[in-house]
């Protein structure tokens, strides 16, 4: 009668991190009559976007459920507008990160709540510098130097604990190099980074020359022909093997451009 | 037949005597909103000099014409940068400080920087806007002195209405109207302020507030001042100081002059 | 009360109007027993002012702030760019202007700022300028029985690169115009723009009698003769009412984008 334990009700994950529910409300579509649509499209399919911004100072980045993280991301963005309205000025990133744990963290204890089935990275730059938050369904959001998350993301993460040292005195460009030689180390084999599966979001502090104050680099999502160089760079051993069928996405990278002489990613946690 | 449809479905009036409409009132009183201040403090005068404010306000809290609270401080500082100056209704005074004081302390727990003078003023604005949008304001006209995000000497008001206006001088209430213009006179733009020296301006505000004193009969020769000074500036120290004055060098020799009020012999 | 007494019966409404209806306070209803009220609303005076041209529009208004006969401040801007990327609105193409209460001025902007941004949000496109017209309508609209007390006035370029200027009242209710005078002194600067933007009672001297007479033809401005109409328009406007002056803030938006202008206005 039942395929498994976990499919009584929509708010319960299996262990595998599937709500089945969802999974067989798929399956009523299958009951319907067919049904055509059509487009003359340029391309059929692409890669999943990951990489959202949420203010001018803040970014995430985005692993599991993509519907929940569109409902936490608009959460993210309201907090911040309101933030702005009412005070003046860019919402701090450790407001704004615990806030998102205190939300999430009440699915994980009332009754007929599920958690959040994504985790975030949330990358930003505020008064005091730039930072990289990670966020957990369970509610946990707590400030890292680096970090990756999502399938595959030991190796990543390997990669930057290997590194860390480094990070305080690089300048944009070298951390996002970086960021892209972790994300590699995550690929499956045979995999490649491309201008198509690789995106790179990028918030920082630049010095204004007119003022002579730091100002905010606004969050922006490079992809595409923006990050060719950058990919580029990282690919030291070059195959011509081009086609890719799995989706890999780059990590938020919180970089502060060199121009603000030697403030780069701030090192707190 | 009864035409009316209000009336239809309803025991007759004729029957059994009209609806008691004071059933429909809803219990006890209506809720009851300011409708007037009470307790008020009259004018406050600021000026911005070229590193930081001046602020002053006397000690004075009438109940109508009544002299009612003789030393009240109507200065209050936030987050030791900024000051703000109240005029306008003394209990809502004290409800927006008890407020601003809980608002101070959590901000100090956060490893942010405090809310600066502009953040403050933003934030006080739309506390007085949603109350008068809510048609329950807090009747006060709000001065605030400090700095803004560029660590330029900042200086803006807030009313009751939620309106918010930045000058080099301000002053509410009678100093609008008796203040405004002798601050003006050293001061009209931005420009003129930040050549002002700190001493210069101190000299100017007290000045406005022995001519408030002459002329507002709701006003006291006690009074405080507040200096607002860059933390960084040449000052060192610098914050928040506020000292309590007096007026002096008064004349009040055209008073004999003055007739048609009062008992007069001649 | 003056329907009470009315002549006319359907001043005094019909036989079966529901203002038979018991209240629960019958006097209030009435207008008596009345005490004074907390205003929340007040007048802060200024004037502002929008024309669009071929391929161009500028809005422009004084920078006085008002309240009874005193002068809040000489400085405070009534025209805003909306709707831009970042806090400081230096990718803005849409311009709003307020006139009225400040405050309510001030939360209209804020309210359709934050409209613009959640909409480049929700669509990855910047809002156009028919849509922030439509969607501002529906703002001040919202608040039909509390208005914001603000005569409002909305200009960028529309699809086709023409410029565009919509106006409001405080309820809502908006329409495309080639030109618009709001505020204090709409009723000086609005009969100047009819006749030298829209050329009315302008006719071809000679062209006929009476109806026969022949209006001049009408076409777009230049941006440089926009630019003296608004300056004339604000220089008459200063010197005839008390609530206009100080200085003239004047944006002008091209396919460039928003290029701002403070000239200074007379002071007394």
Redesign the interface.
């Given at each position: 009668m039942f395929r498994n334990n976990y499919d009584n009700d929509s708010v319960t994950f299996s262990p595998q991190g599937r709500i089945f529910q969802v999974e067989y409300a798929g399956e009523a579509v299958k009951q319907g009559s067919v049904v055509v649509g059509i487009r003359n499209a340029e391309e059929l399919s692409s890669y999943q976007k990951k990489l959202f911004?949420i203010d001018?100072h803040v970014g995430i980045a985005i692993a599991g459920l993509t519907s929940d993280a569109r409902v936490l991301s608009n959460f993210m963005?309201t907090q911040s507008?309101q933030h702005?309205?009412v005070y003046g000025r860019?919402m701090p990133l450790h407001q704004l990160a615990s806030l998102l744990g205190e939300k999430a963290q009440l699915n994980t204890q009332h009754y007929g709540k599920r958690p959040y089935g994504v985790g975030l990275l949330v990358a930003g730059v505020d008064d005091k510098g730039t930072h990289l938050y990670e966020f957990q369904p369970s509610g946990m959001a707590e400030e890292m130097v680096a970090f990756a998350i999502g399938a595959r993301s030991q190796m990543a993460r390997t990669y930057l604990e290997r590194n860390i040292e480094k990070f305080a005195d690089c300048g944009r460009e070298e951390l996002v190099m970086h960021g892209l030689k972790a994300l590699k180390e995550s690929l499956v084999q045979d995999k490649e980074l491309t201008v198509d599966n690789t995106s790179v979001g990028v918030v920082g502090l630049v010095k204004d020359d007119s003022t002579g104050r730091t100002k905010?680099e606004?969050f922006k999502v490079h992809d595409g022909r923006d990050v060719k160089d950058w990919i580029d760079a990282v690919s030291d051993d070059k195959d011509d093997d081009d086609d890719d069928d799995d989706d890999e996405e780059e990590e938020t990278t919180t970089s502060a451009a060199p121009a603000a002489g030697g403030d780069s990613m701030e090192v707190d946690s | 037949m009864d035409?009316?449809?209000?009336n239809w479905g309803r025991p007759r009036d004729d029957i059994y005597g009209?609806?008691d409409?004071?059933y429909?009132?809803?219990n006890a009183e209506p809720n009851t909103?300011?409708?007037?201040p009470v307790v008020t403090g009259t004018s406050v005068v600021a000026l911005k000099y070229k590193d930081g404010v001046i602020m002053a306000a006397d000690n004075l809290a009438s109940y109508g014409s009544l002299a009612r609270f003789p030393s009240v401080q109507r200065l209050m500082p936030f987050a030791d940068t900024s000051v703000l100056g109240f005029s306008g209704d003394v209990s809502d005074m004290q409800y927006i400080s008890r407020h601003l004081t809980s608002l101070s302390i959590d901000e100090a727990y956060g490893v942010q920087d405090p809310l600066n003078a502009a953040n403050l003023h933003r934030y006080l604005?739309k506390l007085l806007?949603s109350r008068?949008?809510k048609?329950d304001?807090l009747w006060n006209n709000i001065l605030i002195a400090g700095f803004d995000s560029d660590d330029k000497p900042f200086l803006a008001?807030a009313d009751l209405?939620?309106?918010?206006?930045?000058?080099p001088s301000?002053a509410s209430g009678y100093g609008?109207?008796l203040a405004?213009p002798i601050m003006r006179k050293y001061a009209?733009t931005e420009e003129d302020a930040a050549k002002l020296t700190k001493e210069q301006a101190i000299k100017i505000v007290k000045e406005c507030m022995k001519v408030l004193f002459y002329r507002d009969a709701r006003s006291l020769d006690k009074y405080s001042l507040a200096v607002v000074t860059r933390k960084s500036g040449e000052e060192g120290g610098g914050g928040v100081q506020i000292t309590q004055e007096k007026l002096e060098g008064m004349s009040w020799k055209f008073a004999d002059r003055i007739k048609g009020y009062g008992t007069q012999t001649v | 009360m003056s329907a009470l007494f009315s002549q006319n019966p359907l001043m005094n409404g019909p036989?079966?109007s529901?203002s038979?209806?018991?209240?629960?306070?019958?006097n209030e209803a009435h207008g008596e027993l009345r005490?004074?009220?907390?205003n929340?609303?007040?007048d802060?005076g200024g004037s502002t002012l929008a024309i669009a041209g071929a391929d161009f529009a500028i809005v422009a208004g004084d920078t006085r702030?008002t309240?009874g006969y005193?002068i809040?401040?000489?400085?405070?801007p009534k025209v805003f760019k909306i709707g831009g990327?970042?806090?400081d609105q230096k990718d803005a193409t849409i311009v709003l202007s307020v006139v009225g209460?400040?405050?309510d001025g001030?939360?209209l902007r804020?309210r359709l700022d934050?409209a613009c941004?959640?909409y480049r949000?929700r669509h990855g496109k910047p809002m156009s300028v028919n849509a922030a017209a439509k969607r501002l309508s529906t703002m001040l609209y919202q608040k039909r029985f509390?208005p914001y007390y603000v005569y409002a006035i909305l200009a960028g370029l529309d699809e086709e690169g023409k410029g565009a200027v919509y106006s409001y009242d405080p309820v809502g209710s908006y329409e495309r115009e080639m030109c618009r005078a709001g505020g204090a002194a709409a009723s000086l600067i609005m009969p100047f723009l009819d006749n030298q933007v829209n050329f009315k009672n302008q006719h071809i001297p000679g062209s006929g009698e009476g109806h026969a007479i022949q209006e001049r033809e009408k076409k777009p401005l230049l941006r440089e003769q926009v630019e003296i109409l608004v300056k004339d328009a604000f220089d008459g406007a200063v010197e005839r009412h008390i609530e206009v002056g100080d200085g003239l803030q004047m944006m002008v938006i091209t396919s460039q984008g928003v290029e701002e202008h403070y000239l200074p206005l007379k002071k007394d």
């Open positions: 911004a001018e963005k507008m702005t309205m860019h905010v606004p | 035409h009316r449809p209000q009209g609806y409409v004071s429909m009132a809803p909103h300011t409708q007037s604005s806007y008068r949008s048609f304001p008001s209405l939620g309106t918010t206006y930045s000058s301000l609008s109207m405004q009209s | 036989n079966y529901f038979d209806t018991p209240v629960s306070h019958p005490e004074h009220r907390f929340p609303y007040t802060n702030l309240s005193s809040h401040t000489r400085y405070s990327t970042t806090a209460f400040a405050a001030t939360a804020e934050a941004k959640m949000y509390f």
